[in-house]
């Protein structure tokens, strides 16, 4: 299952870090989440163990042992788009970055330009308003190479500037409002997924290698 999550978010999400990969993997695969799948389609009538209800553990390993079955019994194929169908599905509506933080939003940005040579982002205040007041909200927009990269509103101009370092990484990764739907259904079960690639890490990740990246897969979607 870890596996197969890994691969597909790795050709639907080519230009996000592997650490961002990683993390929205976890989330998939967490006790949380695969225990509210499994209550979902109804194993907690099915499952006979000591306690009662079951644990989120139990739900879990429930769910799991249900993919290994469909696997031995429909084959890999079959499991795949049963954890496609189910599991991974839980990503929509989703934001990545409320699942994958960034501790130093602005630290990475300043690194990624750094390695492409471009210049290092400038903030500049757009607009404020309820200055000195309990309502006070600043507009920031980070620029880079007089091109506007980022937004970010706030109560404070710092957290403002940390917003617009957020949504400028957002851009760069794809995982903004614009970002495609992600393929299920009919589309999903003509992916052809390789389980043997990696996305380039954030600290060598440049928007040149993301892009090979995306071309890769994008013959695969």
Not at 58 to 82: D, M, P, Y
Not at 94 to 109: Q, S
């Amino acid at each position: 299952m870890t596996t197969y999550i890994k691969a597909y978010l790795r050709l639907t999400h080519p230009f996000l870090p592997e650490e961002g990969i990683l993390a929205v993997q976890e989330h998939l695969t967490s006790d949380d989440l695969l225990s509210h799948v499994s209550f979902n389609i109804g194993t907690s009538d099915l499952i006979l163990c000591a306690d009662f209800p079951p644990s989120k553990s139990t739900l879990a390993n429930t769910l799991k042992a249900i993919v290994g079955v469909v696997e031995k019994s429909s084959g890999l194929h079959s499991a795949q788009i049963f954890v496609q169908d189910f599991v991974i599905t839980q990503l929509i509506g989703k934001d990545v970055k409320e699942i994958w933080t960034i501790l130093n939003p602005m630290g990475l940005l300043r690194d990624i330009l750094s390695r492409e040579g471009r210049t290092l982002p400038e903030s500049r205040l757009i607009r404020q308003s309820g200055q000195n007041t309990i309502m006070a909200v600043f507009n920031v927009g980070l620029y880079c190479d007089k091109h506007l990269i980022g937004l970010g509103v706030g109560e404070t101009i710092v957290i403002a500037v940390e917003m617009a370092a957020r949504d400028a990484l957002k851009r760069l990764f794809r995982t903004n409002e614009r970002a495609p739907p992600l393929p299920f259904g009919r589309r999903g079960r003509q992916l052809n997924v390789p389980l043997d690639t990696t996305n380039p890490s954030v600290t060598e990740w440049t928007t040149e290698l993301a892009t090979q990246n995306y071309k890769r897969n994008h013959k695969l979607i």
